[in-house]
């Protein structure tokens, strides 16, 4: 990658990796209450994250075969945080309707 894009856009997703990690490993130690909501934060990482890498792809920066091999991961990480916080929203008593007894 050369060297302006490297400390551009490629900066850009090195930081929403590692601030994806950083939110995951909380979330592992957080209460249930804490943990969707750094749920709901990973995932929106994850879809800025898939947006500054399709945009590595269209500008040339990384191969196709980077761009599919990696897209495919990061859609299977997508889809693991989306069963994690809907797994954990089942948990949760259910909310009241609003309705006095």
Do not use: C
Not at 24 to 31: C, D, F, G
Not at 40 to 46: C, G, N, P
């Amino acid at each position: 990658m050369e060297r302006a894009a490297r400390f551009g856009i490629g900066n850009k997703v090195d930081v929403l990796f590692l601030r994806i990690l950083e939110l995951l490993r909380k979330s592992m130690y957080a209460p249930i209450n804490k943990k969707i909501v750094l749920l709901e934060e990973v995932s929106d990482h994850i879809d800025s994250f898939r947006f500054f890498f399709q945009l590595l792809w269209e500008t040339k920066l990384v191969s196709n075969k980077e761009y599919s091999s990696f897209g495919a991961e990061i859609e299977n990480l997508g889809k693991i945080v989306g069963g994690w916080k809907k797994g954990l929203l089942t948990k949760l008593p259910p909310q009241g309707t609003g309705e006095r007894k």
